[in-house]
């Protein structure tokens, strides 16, 4: 019991100064609890196995998918229009939707389903995400704590009173709990949490400065558009009638020579309906067979693109010339597929003096040159006969995945700042019906119990769904979506609680708080129970927690002769309303990366808020549910 309880406190003095990684701490005290055997191996690993670690990795993919295909950025720009300029409004509406939200979802997954959704508000409206996403976590507990699928200790404290009725330890006649019988109680802690946290999150969740250790800053797609000027030298041609340029290649037509037109890429229509448009962007490659219907995106001078147009009978659709009656809409880059970046040309480079047609980027690399950036000079036009020289700068465009394979000459070029990363910002907008088809199914899976499907596997559905209908690019990017911290924090975590019961350390305060506050009175009797409760749900799961608190506070209230209903609603709300930690519960654990808080963050705004919602929960249960 001992080497338990010193264990538990040195990690907690660890998490609290913020020197170590909090994943490592958590590691280590895993590690010790092994190498003086209070836990066997499978013990201690278990944490890795468990359904909520395995749930939390699946919804960091859900929440990817919801980012990346820019449902987030929708949701959010809606919920943005109610708050207006208003911090405080938005504020308010995050609190709000999340804790309704709360109520008929598990918090994990509503913070999940939040979490994207409120990073892009506060991008959007330049409020602070660290000020945002800990009243989030902390609102859906709130929520939870609503009705009585909410939250694991709802449903434990209504087993528990349960059982002591049909055991004959409670007399009949005391109230059942029913589903919104929790409702009262949630609103209350609603209203607290949006009061106590509105000023401390201002204090102590301010925004960090970010730190950019003197990197240069990687221009962002949308920069390189408007540098190279692409938007004002872009055109589009429809194929949308009879054309003798049906069934021929791009080098069959000799676009650039006769022209001096460069062909950047072709959309062509793979089907749509009006729930999902399908996109199908491909580079203008010289094997690539032109067909009915296609738009030929260009790269030239307008009149030799007019010309272009006159010759193959093409519908030019674009904003510089008065051609563009009947028009759909404004010629636009995306880059979903296709992307463009800049490469730098080495003093060593084998390219230079030579032309852009002999360099053989299209057949070597697949890739377009649109640009040459000489000094202070864009060279934008007639590209093909222009000699590469050392220090020339040039915006290339090809896929994402050629894009990539151009670091392999390293002798030849430097490619400049970081693409992939850039395309990973790209949103997919048009899988976001996709997208939000599956958190709707997801929910309904976890809220409604008459459908045969365990929370966990409709998550892990709902994440290969995402990977396999494209809203995220591919597996790769699946897995970065998950931060690996945070895993690794809470499942090294979990353990601890078997440890503590094993020990004995859990019962030794329970019984503590039975001999020394029972006889005492009901609202001291009330307080301990709720003070033993809030302080173990610091150290271990809020779950674990109401299961070993949920009988003591029982038999305390049969000790005393009170209603046991006031003190089994203690257990559940401080199990449910910890905020002094960020592993205690799976929502504080999710939206540590996001918000890069530190485990004083919690204590500094999650701390003063527990312990006033305790000082209320003990005056207000017994006016809601007399002893």
């Known amino acids: 019991m001992i080497a338990t309880i010193i264990i538990l406190l040195v990690s907690a003095a660890l998490f609290v100064s913020g020197r170590f990684r909090s994943d490592m701490v958590a590691l280590c005290a895993l590690l010790a609890l092994l190498l003086c055997q209070i836990l066997t191996p499978d013990e201690a690993l278990a944490g890795f196995s468990n359904s909520t670690v395995i749930m939390m990795i699946g919804l960091f993919i859900v929440g990817g998918g919801i980012f990346q295909t820019g449902l987030a950025k929708m949701i959010g720009g809606q919920v943005i229009k109610l708050a207006g300029t ?113 000023p401390l999150t201002k204090v102590f969740l301010t925004p960090k400065e970010k730190n950019n250790d003197g990197k240069q800053k990687s221009k962002s797609l949308k920069e390189l558009v408007k540098e190279y000027g692409l938007s004002e030298n872009l055109f589009r041609v429809h194929i949308n009638g009879p054309s003798e340029a049906v069934g021929k290649t791009i080098v069959d037509l000799d676009i650039y020579r006769r022209y001096g037109i460069n062909v950047m890429e072709l959309r062509r229509s793979a089907g749509h309906n009006k729930f999902v448009r399908t996109v199908n962007q491909q580079l203008a490659s010289p094997a690539l067979v032109l067909q009915q219907g296609d738009v030929l995106y260009l790269s030239g001078d307008p009149e030799k693109v007019q010309q272009l147009a006159q010759d193959f009978s093409f519908r030019l659709l674009d904003i510089h010339t008065d051609e563009i009656e009947g028009s759909s809409s404004n010629a636009s880059l995306d880059f979903y597929d296709i992307g463009i970046a800049e490469i730098l040309i080495m003093p060593s480079s084998s390219m230079i003096n030579r032309t852009i047609i002999d360099a053989g980027f299209r057949s070597k690399f697949n890739i377009n040159v649109l640009g040459i950036r000489r000094k202070n000079e864009y060279l934008l036009h007639d590209l093909g006969g222009q000699k590469m020289q050392n220090a020339d700068v040039l915006l290339v465009q090809g896929t994402w995945k050629d894009i990539a394979r151009l670091r392999n000459e390293s002798d030849n070029w430097v490619v400049l700042g970081e693409p992939l990363q850039e395309a990973a910002k790209v949103t997919l907008d048009y899988k976001a019906p996709v997208a939000a088809a599956i958190m709707i199914a997801m929910i309904l899976m976890m809220a409604v119990d008459s459908i045969p499907v365990a929370p966990v596997t409709s998550v892990l559905l709902a994440a290969v769904l995402m990977v396999a209908t494209g809203c995220i690019r591919n597996v790769e990017a699946a897995y970065k979506t998950i931060n690996w911290q945070t895993i690794v924090l809470f499942a090294a975590m979990l353990p601890m609680s078997t440890a503590l019961e094993k020990t004995g350390v859990s019962g030794a305060i329970a019984d503590f708080i039975v001999s020394n506050f029972g006889t005492a009175g009901p609202y001291v009797a009330l307080a301990a129970v709720y003070a033993a409760t809030s302080v173990m749900t610091i150290f271990i799961s809020n779950t674990v927690t109401a299961v070993l608190m949920a009988p003591i506070a029982l038999q305390c209230a049969i000790g005393i002769g009170a209603s046991p209903l006031p003190f089994l609603f203690a257990v559940t709300v401080a ?42 929960m003990v005056f207000v249960l017994p006016l809601l549910f007399p002893f």
């Not at 005391?174 to 949006?194: E, K, M, R, Y």
């Not at 205690?584 to 003063?608: C, H, R, W």
Request: proline residues 7%.
């Open 575 to 616: 199990a449910s309303m910890c905020f002094a930690s960020p592993f205690s519960t799976p929502p504080n654990a999710l939206v540590m990366p996001a918000g890069q808080y530190t485990f004083m963050d919690y204590i500094k705004v999650g701390l003063p808020l527990q312990i006033l919602m305790g000082v209320v």
């Open 86 to 198: 208003s911090q405080t409004r938005l504020f308010l509406l995050v609190m709000l939707v999340t804790a309704l939200i709360g109520g008929f979802v598990s918090n994990t997954g509503t913070v999940a389903l939040m979490l994207p959704i409120v990073v892009s508000m506060a991008a959007y409206s330049g409020a602070s995400a660290r000020r945002l996403l800990m009243p989030l976590a902390f609102a859906s507990s709130m929520g939870g704590m609503m009705t009585l699928i909410g939250t694991p200790p709802n449903l434990i404290i209504q087993d528990t009173l349960n059982n002591a009725k049909a055991s004959g330890l409670v007399p009949a006649s005391v109230q059942d709990i029913s589903f919104f019988t929790f409702l009262p109680v949630g609103l209350i802690t609603l209203a607290v949490g949006i009061l106590v946290l509105m």
